[in-house]
Structures are given as C-alpha cells and as structure tokens.
C-alpha cells in the first residue's frame, strides 16, 4: 500500500525513486564498496533502502544503528555484531550456506537457525572477513547501516577505523550507511582528514530529493486511487501547499485520510498533531542539552533568517551568550538536518516541521 506509514519493503509500494534504485544497482554491480544514501527525515532512505536490498541479487545484511543505540545507549561492538547475525537470524537458506564461515569467528557460535555472539573475544572485523569470503562466492555481500552517524558512539570502537579496512581490503563487501543527519555523518567519516582512517575513499552519494510539486500530487492520486477514496485535484493541491513534496508527511496525510475518513482540514490536523509529537521524540535528547536549541529552532522557524538576527532572538528569551557558543548551537542545527543554511540565510527545510517549531 502506498500509504502505509512504515517503510517500504516492496518495490510496488515504492513511489518513483526509479533513478536512485538504478544508481545503487549499478555501484553495486561496478563493485563499489562506499555507497551513502542522504538526505532528511522522511525522505525515503530506508524505504529505498530495503527495496534496494529487496532487488539486488546479493545477500545483505542490515543494522538499523538508531535502534541499535537506543536500545543499547550505546553502539559497542558487541551490539552491532549482535546486530548483523540477528539480521541472518531466520533466513534459513542464507545461514546453511554461512554457517561454515560463522563458525570458524572468535566469539560466535552457530546452533540450528540461532547465532550467539558471545561479547568476550567477538572481532566484528573477522565477522566481515568471513562475509567478504562468503561474498566472493555469491558476487557479493551488501552491508547496510542505516542511520550511520550513530556509528559514532562506538566508544573504544572505531568504526570509521573497521569500515575504512574493509574498504581497502575486502573486495567483495559494499557498504551502504544512510544518514539523516548528514552533516553528522561527514563529521563521523572525516573523508577530508588527512589523520582520518576513511581520508581521500571513493563514496558514491545518492541525495534524495523531495518529490516535485507534480510527484507529489500523482503519488498522493495514485495513492487515494489504490484506496478507493476519490478526492479532488485542488485538495490534492493544497496538501501538497502544506506539506511539500516529502514522502512522509504526504504518505501520512494519506494514510489518515483513508483510513480514517477524514476531510483534507482534519487530516491536515492530524498530521501536525503527530508531527508535533514527533518533534518531542525526536529532539527531547537535544533539548535536553540545552534550552537554546528550541528558542534557535523557534525563531528560525518564525522567519530570522541571519545569524545576527537569530542570536539577537535568542538573547531576548532566553539572556547573553557568546558569540561562539551561539554558532556552535545553530551548527549542530545544521549539521543535524533540522536547519538548512542557504545563500539566503538559515531556514527550516520542512514545512511541517517549521509549523511545528513556531509553537516551541
Ligand atoms: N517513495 C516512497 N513511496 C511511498 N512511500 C514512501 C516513499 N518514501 C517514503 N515513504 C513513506 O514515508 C515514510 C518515511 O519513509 P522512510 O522511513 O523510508 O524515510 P527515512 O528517510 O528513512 O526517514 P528517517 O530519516 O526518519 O528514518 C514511510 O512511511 C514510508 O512508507
Ligand atoms: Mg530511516
């Protein structure tokens, strides 16, 4: 379905994203090694993601490293080899023809369709060894970190360190990292640190864009016309005024409407309802950190637009802070997705979320 709020798994219920697809398959089949998918929230990424995963004719493997860390509050070594066996975990096939090579790494044991991973002496660098041995068999293996900037809570692990080994090394592993919080993710990898492990490797970027105005309208038609529910070209308009041409937002706003029977205002409603909601789980860690972040978001979002002007915002709520301190608030911003910083100054790149932000 279309609209489904989660995910997509499936190539028919991926709306468009015919080129992306096309470009991972062919880095994947030239044999490139780095591959990064970014882009904000609720673009799609995990969705074109597994779809990829889905189509490709190489076995994968996938480890969602936002859950990971949230589940763990941390991303030790241990978790992320965790992580990697439980997605092998149940695919009966794939593990009969890996048990072989499973069972020779220190700290794994392999029984039946269960694979234990015990945290004394696992070395994630020989799980890769033996996928990249497993690899030269099938083609290829395909890692897949989704949300990869949370790589950087490894602690004592270094995984720019392992993934820029397996790189150089491993011929037959492609690695995939999405990331939504793209200038996080460039500050994990350091491809331009000359003292970095990943300095001067070839990455193939995939940005996803948002939809086009006219995307965006034929997804939310095909979308209400699966449903059955038949609304008018000028609400389909108007949903795409408000909600722009991200996926998710427009996925939800479908998703309400046919599943709830609801009129394009009440909808519209809801969608800000759960998107405020979102912004709570999303940035409470960061609003945690520091009151000023929802004050900076607040006043961009209100339309200051320059870096004299948001500060002076700030100032006034909330009392004096240093110059360098203010810029660092506003770059983590920045760096996370949440605020964009073009030739115009800053503002907020989702509108949804920009709405939501005025209210903080
Ligand atoms: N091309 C698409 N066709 C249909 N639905 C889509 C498409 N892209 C995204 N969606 C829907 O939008 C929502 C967000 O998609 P997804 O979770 O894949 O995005 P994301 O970029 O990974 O977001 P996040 O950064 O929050 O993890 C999901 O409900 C998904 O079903
Ligand atoms: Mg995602």
Redesign the pocket.
């Known amino acids: 379905m ?7 798994t499936k190539r028919e ?5 015919d080129e992306e697809l096309r470009e991972i398959k062919h880095a994947v089949e030239r044999g490139e090694r780095l591959i990064l998918l970014l ?12 779809v990829a995963l889905n189509e490709l004719p190489y076995p994968s493997v996938k480890v969602d490293v ?1 859950k990971t860390y949230s589940e763990y509050s941390s991303v030790s070594r241990y978790a992320i080899g965790r992580a990697i066996v439980s997605s092998l975990e149940g695919r009966r096939r794939l593990l009969e023809e890996l048990k072989d090579f499973l069972s020779r790494i220190r700290g794994i044991a392999v029984s039946g369709l269960r694979i234990e991973v015990s945290p004394k002496g696992f070395s994630l660098t020989e799980l890769l060894e033996a996928l990249n041995e497993y690899g030269e068999r099938k083609g290829r293996v395909i890692i897949a970190f ?2 990869a900037q949370y790589l950087r809570f490894g602690g004592a692990t270094r995984y720019d360190g392992i993934i820029a080994y397996a790189v150089d090394n491993l011929e037959n592993l492609t690695f995939v990292l ?1 990331g ?1 919080e793209v200038g996080l993710l460039f500050d994990f990898l350091k491809f331009h640190d000359p003292e970095a492990p990943l300095f001067g490797r070839y990455h193939h970027d995939i940005e ?1 864009k948002r939809f086009s105005p006219e995307l965006s309208e034929e ?1 939310l038609r095909k979308g209400f016309e699966e449903a059955g529910v038949p609304v008018g070209d000028d609400e389909l308009r108007m949903a795409v005024g408000e909600l722009d041409g991200i ?2 937002w ?3 706003y479908g998703y309400i409407r046919t599943t709830r029977n609801l009129g394009h205002d009440d909808a519209i409603a809801e969608v800000l309802k759960e998107a405020k909601a979102v912004v709570g789980r999303e940035l409470s860690r960061l609003f945690s950190y520091s009151p000023r972040y929802r004050v900076i978001l607040k006043a961009v979002a209100l339309g200051y637009s320059r870096w004299r002007d948001i500060k002076d915002y700030v100032t006034m709520k909330l009392g004096y802070i240093n110059d360098s301190n203010f810029s660092a608030l506003l770059e983590n911003l920045v760096k996370s997705g949440y605020v964009e910083k073009t030739g115009g100054g800053y503002r907020i790149p989702d509108p949804v979320l920009e709405r939501v932000f005025r209210e903080l």
């Open positions: 279309l609209f489904s709020p989660y995910p997509k219920e991926l709306f468009d994203r882009g904000i929230r609720r673009l799609g990424k995990s969705s074109l993601l597994n936002r989704d949300e999405t939504s996803l997804f996926p998710g427009l996925a939800l």
